[in-house]
């Protein structure tokens, strides 16, 4: 973690892009300094698997969460990668992964959205990748999303959900077409299918993620979490 860090000012040359972030990065120079140039991928991902599979056995090391760990997090923000999960209450990346406090960059809507976000969600992943240093991206959907399920419901409905719960709903109604015709479970279909819309939305999201996309600097995929299980299925 003390290799010189030339991966962000890389990325930025190679993007063609001058993020002008500094007051967002205010407190993370130390971190950011820190960062290695590069990413084993592979062993990222390994690492976020090897940690569910810790939380699913029921042994978390439930790494980095204890007083001695706040003041290293206080000087600054190193992720190993960003999830885009779902704001249901069960599905907490941190925990079912098995990682540390510092460990995630973490957004986190109902649906596990990214299209139509806007620069909430675009903005953060932007962030995470430009000037964090983020090389792995995971949309990470469920099982009985109640948000997926809402599309499924209101499909066709002409009556109006309340509030803005419509509008968001809406958003994933796309998937539910994009998942007609496939074999299996309605539900589990369109979750699988939101997901790797989501997926492709981060994939083709320009300037910064698509680009970093073409550049090899960034890997986004899917996953399922099994909510009975724990276990999550990398889906795309
Ligand atoms: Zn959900």
Redesign the pocket.
Known sequence: MNAPQPSRRDFIRIAGIAVGTSALTAGTQATAEDKPASRDLDAVLKGLLDGNARYVAGQPQQRARTPADFATDAKGQAPLAAIVG???SR?PPELIFDQGVGDLFVCRA???LVSGTGAIVKGSLEFAVAELGVQLIMVLG?SQ????AAAIEHIDAKDALPGAIGPLIDLIKPAVLAAQGRPGNKLDNVIRANVERCVARVKGTGPILSRAVDAGKLKVIGGVYELSTGKVEIVA
């Open positions: 779902c704001a249901d599905v109902a649906g596990n469920h999303c109640g948000a997926v």
